[in-house]
């Protein structure tokens, strides 16, 4: 059974930082490229960053300089560290991995809150 599992959420004043992380199980990890996206109210899922099987990073132009996405092969865990936080960051952030081999496997996590406010 494949579990991604999101933790780090909450709230946090512009301009602060947070660290989500996502454990997965079930999958054969580093064969995995993995994601985070995130869905604010009202709006569509939006990339945020992946990372693929060999480190490649890619990062959506509003978070460029302010996140960084990294993986941890041994412990099967991706994080985002989130710096210099904006209002407009707030929304439900979901950990993806995605294999594209012989055959095309995509697995969700149930998502984490991430509310900047003052």
């Known amino acids: 059974q494949v579990q991604l599992v999101e933790s780090g959420g909450g709230m946090v004043q512009p301009g602060g930082s947070l660290r989500l992380s996502c454990a997965a199980s079930?999958?054969?990890?580093?064969?995995?490229?993995m994601g985070w996206y995130r869905q604010a109210p009202g709006k569509q899922r939006e990339l945020v960053a992946t990372?693929?099987?060999?480190?490649?990073?890619n990062y959506a132009d509003s978070v460029k300089g302010r996140f960084t996405i990294s993986r941890d092969n041994a412990k099967n865990t991706v994080d985002l560290q989130m710096n210099s936080l904006k209002p407009e960051d707030t929304a439900v952030y979901y950990c993806?991995?995605?294999?594209?081999?012989?055959?095309?496997?995509?697995?969700w996590g149930q998502g984490t809150q991430v509310t900047v406010s003052s």
């Open positions: 990372i693929s099987s060999g480190g490649r990073t």
């Open positions: 079930g999958i054969f990890f580093s064969s995995y490229a």
């Open positions: 993806n991995a995605d294999y594209s081999g012989s055959s095309r496997n995509n697995y």
